[in-house]
């Protein structure tokens, strides 16, 4: 596709269900990134995969929280139990190559727990 | 720990004038200074980015100046134009992981 997609757009949750978020990146690109961003702040780091690999997840906030790459292209964000302080928006961004820079993101996945 | 502060929170300029918002980082690992620009509903979208070997990186009308030894970098936006009006993030990155402002939200009055 022409840019990263993300489903579903929106997402309202009943505090306790489980979600599950998905990310479509940039046909070839290697490197995936998971961001949460609250209301009126900046994206926050996640989690990171080059390929298939989950290099870095020192950002998930809780246990609850599990990403996944299998093939090394869509990615799913799941989140277990969800809560209150769940409530974000959901950012994925793909970048080309091991070393890159430019990340591209998607449109986000507006997830509210009630 | 705030890694990257942003500055101001909210900016309001005249169309025609200059934008400038400056952000402060504490980490010299960081190798790479971007900003993205987000409208409403939309994901950020890169706009320019610095390395910290360079001091300074026009594209257009917006400019990224780098003061390594201070630990700051902020955007220059030239001749702001009404479609200018959006919520800009700087963010500092290292190993791809990217660490972001709090944001400045930019109106452009016509």
């Known amino acids: 596709g022409a840019g990263v997609s993300q489903s579903p757009r929106y997402k309202v949750a009943k505090r306790g269900q489980d979600v599950a978020l998905r990310c479509d990146p940039i046909s070839g690109h290697v490197s995936l990134f998971w961001y949460q961003q609250a209301l009126g702040q900046g994206p926050e780091f996640l989690t990171y995969?080059?390929?298939?690999?989950?290099?870095?997840k020192s950002g998930l906030p809780s246990d609850r929280f599990f990403a996944e790459r299998p093939e090394g292209s869509v990615s799913t964000l799941k989140i277990q139990r969800t809560q209150q302080e769940d409530s974000a928006v959901y950012l994925c961004?793909?970048?080309?190559?091991?070393?890159?820079?430019?990340?591209?993101f998607g449109p986000g996945t507006r997830l509210t727990v009630t | 720990q705030q890694q990257v502060k942003q500055s101001p929170q909210s900016l309001i300029v005249q169309k025609g004038g200059i934008s400038i918002i400056n952000c402060a980082y504490e980490n010299t690992a960081f190798d790479y200074f971007p900003w993205y620009q987000q409208f409403p509903g939309k994901g950020p979208a890169l706009l320019i980015a610095i390395r910290p070997d360079v001091s300074e990186k026009k594209e257009g009308r917006f400019t990224i100046s780098f003061n390594k030894s201070a630990k700051q970098f902020s955007l220059h936006i030239m001749d702001s134009q009404p479609g200018d009006s959006a919520t800009y993030f700087c963010a500092a990155s290292n190993a791809g992981k990217s660490t972001f402002g709090d944001g400045t939200t930019l109106t452009v009055k016509p």
């Open positions: 995969f080059q390929n298939e690999a989950q290099l870095d």
């Open positions: 961004a793909s970048s080309q190559g091991t070393v890159s820079r430019e990340q591209y």
